[in-house]
């Protein structure tokens, strides 16, 4: 209730950072499993981002140690999305078949939990709640490009392609304004890529450029915030949460997979 109340205030007067966002040392001494990215970076953030900080203390605290990382669509029993039951102003989205993650689960579930904060208390209609569920009522998996968490999960831009086109509750950031609480979906170099929730960017002791988030990574056998070197990154696309209150009201939007790419050029 506490935290519910603090983020509401943060709401009314928020203290916006100067683009791009560069965290303190403080900032970055939380460990990779801590519990406390509201209270650390509430105050440089801006609109809902704080309930999505919020979220991800309330995901991280479900595996303190990370909670293990695992991909296998044809694994039995099959992947899990995220390690816990996770529900959706009180109805049930998974009933996980293993208490392990991967990124877009992650992430998708730090959405889930943050709209939990955002609406105590509200009810979402059948219908709209099937668009939301990360399975298949049979306990199933929900493939890639169906429904919101279909879209969310596909390849590319998936955080892009549900939370903007598909739902409508949200935006593109430039990465250049990115702030803690964006949600960006990262293409590595190396090839494949990442879905996670951004918290900073840094620089290392040479001075090199760092992007940090929080995601399910297998370097960190599950959940924990991580940081790399930008030079390891293609490209990106970061969103944020700006209209939550469409939850109640969005009809599936159609989806365009030609995204223009965006650069970490500065």
Known sequence: MFRHLFCVGLLLSVAWAEAPFYLSSRQLAGGVHHQRHLELLAGNTVGYNAYVLQA???????????????????????ESPIGYGLRLLGAPLLTPPRTTSYCSG???????????AIFPGRQLDARRL?????????GGRREDRVKAWGWWNADGYGSQFCLVQYLGLGE????????????VNISWKSGLGHS???LGYSRNTRDEPQVSFFSSQASTKGLADHTVSAETIADVKFVRLTYPERLFTFEPGPVREQVIKDHLDF
């Open 130 to 138: 099937e668009l939301m569920r990360m399975q298949e009522p049979d």
């Open 196 to 198: 996670v929730v951004f």
């Open 172 to 183: 593109e950031v430039a990465p250049r304004d990115a702030l803690p609480g964006d949600f």
């Open 106 to 116: 992650s992430s998708y579930t730090v959405l889930i939990e943050a709209l939990n």
């Open 56 to 78: 991800i203390d309330k995901v991280q605290a479900s595996a303190p140690d990370g909670g293990g990382y695992f991909i296998g669509v044809k694994a039995v029993p099959a």
